[in-house]
């Protein structure tokens, strides 16, 4: 290895050569474009000349270097064109792949190609290989030291930093270190320029965080080369990281979004799926939660659209919670309704139970809901629940732009019939949910109804609790029924489906409790039916619809399911004057 004042003496000699065969090779390729070729042979001769005086240099301050016998290819023969040297780089360094056209910029093309630094201490080096890439298309900084190149960096973003290895100062080396303690390697190439011979310099460079060399003097097609390389790889590099960033930017929305429905266990799963977003469907068996809340269109009516969006929100909020809590997945909000599965997309040996117990639970959630309604000036509600159980079609549904998991069949369809059975504060599920989950669930009344949909009759079982390791248990929901001394006439109409019997039917009320009442009618309603009251507020009638609960020869027992605001006045009105008379 070269000592120290071997290594000066080649800088000082080889410095001002350097510059001869630089400038001379610039010359040649602005003499082309200008049309002058008559000067061209003048010039490779003088850059030739330069090139030998400095293989001379080599052989004399190390005898043990190769000789230099030839000129860069840019200056060896008059007749090479200057579009031709990128061919002679890419023979020299075939591993190097070249833009098809040697005078295009990397990846991005013409001007704009890339933001690079230039630092060495001499001026003319840092003029003439400024001026070169310029002409390719390249935003050229300078910088005289290393210092002045690392204060530059401060306050500028650069795509490739061309390092001098011997600068006094700071040298090339040190300046390295600092930039690789500021950027990576990939995202910052840095290319040294070392003095030809000096190995140890350039294994240094490597070592040391440096991205490729050249070696001076520099021939401007092998640099422009390896710059286009690390400025392309550079580029695929920012790309591929942008493309991890969008991915992971994506991957968080579908998690902030998904989850709001799933659980995470549901959303680890479908994100680490291949095939998670595919739009295919699968036969399942899956348990079905259907919730909707009491009474809700008059509640609606009695507030102002801001308040019924604190109430839904709220409230959904609360049931979403509880969903994911049981691992269910919540597959559609319509108004105040929630429909919800169990069993996809991932499914459990248990997922009846959870499902059963997952609406015990929401509706000792209520609680909490009406708790809050209460504190914001908000009305009270009741939700009805429903179970069931059975083969459905799960799988994204819908089109490229717009899709959602969903659950269809007959399953779907009849849990929606059970849940429109139930009424406030009551859960009701199917005889194949309770076989599915155990018979967990302790049930109370059982009744045999006909729902649309379902050509044989089906059992109805109302849910009290779910034993095992849930153990929880209904809030009870009756109220006290208070006697009405002489009854309240009311008018009754049965409702069948959406459509109400044009038949009136006059009735009394004589029990009344906040939530429902007791009827004495010649109209036969069955158990689960449903019928609109009308009493007298004594400006008109106001109307309430209610469910039978029990129905019994000349009397019925029912839970009232929507009470608007003029209804909840009278029927308050009723039961003080019923608790006045008891004081009395």
Do not use: W
């Amino acid at each position: 290895m070269a000592d120290e004042a071997t290594r000066k003496l080649r800088h000082d000699l080889r410095t001002p050569l350097n510059q001869i065969i630089g400038y001379s090779e610039l010359l040649i390729e602005e003499a082309e474009e200008r049309g002058q070729p008559d000067l061209v042979p003048d010039l490779r001769k003088i850059g030739a000349a330069a090139h030998d005086l400095a293989g001379a240099v080599e052989r004399m301050l190390d005898a043990s270097a190769p000789p230099v016998s030839v000129a860069p290819a840019s200056l060896a023969a008059p007749s090479l064109r200057v579009g031709e040297v990128a061919l002679a780089a890419r023979a020299s360094a075939p591993e190097l792949e070249l833009d098809a056209d040697p005078d295009a910029a990397p990846g991005r093309g013409g001007e704009g190609a890339g933001s690079v630094l230039v630092v060495d201490d001499e001026e003319r080096n840092r003029d003439m290989l400024a001026k070169r890439l310029g002409r390719k298309g390249y935003a050229v900084t300078t910088a005289a030291s290393g210092e002045a190149a690392l204060a530059l960096m401060e306050g500028q973003a650069f795509d490739l930093v061309v390092l001098d290895v011997m600068m006094p100062g700071m040298d090339g080396l040190e300046v390295l270190d600092v930039i690789r303690k500021r950027h990576p390697a990939s995202a910052l190439p840095v290319l040294m320029a070392t003095a030809r011979g000096d190995s140890s310099d350039i294994v240094e460079a490597l070592r040391r965080g440096a991205n490729d060399y050249v070696t001076k003097p520099v021939d401007f097609p092998v640099i422009l080369a390896r710059l286009r390389l690390q400025l392309a790889l550079k580029e695929a590099t920012d790309r591929s990281r942008a493309l991890a960033a969008e991915l992971a930017a994506r991957s968080r929305f579908i998690r902030d979004v998904f989850g709001r429905y799933v659980s995470e266990e549901v959303v680890d799963a479908v994100l680490a799926s291949p095939v998670g977003l595919e739009l295919r469907g699968e036969m399942r068996e899956v348990s079905v939660l259907m919730a909707d809340l009491r009474g809700f269109t008059a509640v609606v009516e009695s507030l102002d659209p801001a308040g019924v969006v604190e109430l839904l929100n709220n409230y959904l909020g609360t049931m979403t919670d509880v969903i994911s809590r049981f691992g269910g997945t919540v597959d559609e909000f319509i108004g105040d309704g929630i429909l919800a599965v169990f069993g996809a997309p991932l499914c459990h040996p248990d997922d009846a139970e959870r499902a059963l117990a997952c609406a015990v639970a929401m509706q000792c959630a209520m609680t909490s809901v009406n708790a809050f309604n209460a504190a914001h000036g908000l009305p009270a509600v009741e939700m009805g629940v429903a179970v069931n159980t059975g083969r459905a079609v799960v799988g994204n549904i819908g089109s490229r732009k717009r899709a959602k998991y969903g659950v269809v069949g007959s399953t779907v369809n009849l849990a929606s019939r059970i849940e429109s059975l139930s009424v406030g504060g009551q859960i009701l599920t199917s005889a194949a949910t309770e076989r599915a989950s155990g018979e967990v669930a302790r049930v109370g009344a059982r009744r045999t109804v006909r729902v649309k949909g379902a050509a044989d009759p089906l059992e109805v079982l109302e849910v009290l609790g779910v034993t095992g390791r849930f153990a929880l248990d209904v809030p009870p929901r009756a109220a006290e029924l208070r006697a009405l001394e002489g009854g309240v006439p009311v008018v009754l109409t049965r409702l069948v489906g959406k459509e109400l019997e044009a038949t009136r039917h006059e009735g009394t009320l004589v029990a009344l409790s906040p939530t429902g009442a007791t009827i004495e009618s010649r109209l036969a309603v069955p158990e689960l039916g449903d019928v609109r009251i009308l009493l007298s507020d004594g400006d008109g009638e106001v109307e309430l619809y209610a469910k039978v609960l029990a129905a019994h020869a000349g009397s019925a027992t029912v839970c009232f399911t929507s009470v608007p605001g003029r209804a909840a006045k009278v029927l308050a009105e009723v039961r003080s004057r019923a608790e006045r008379r008891e004081l009395t």
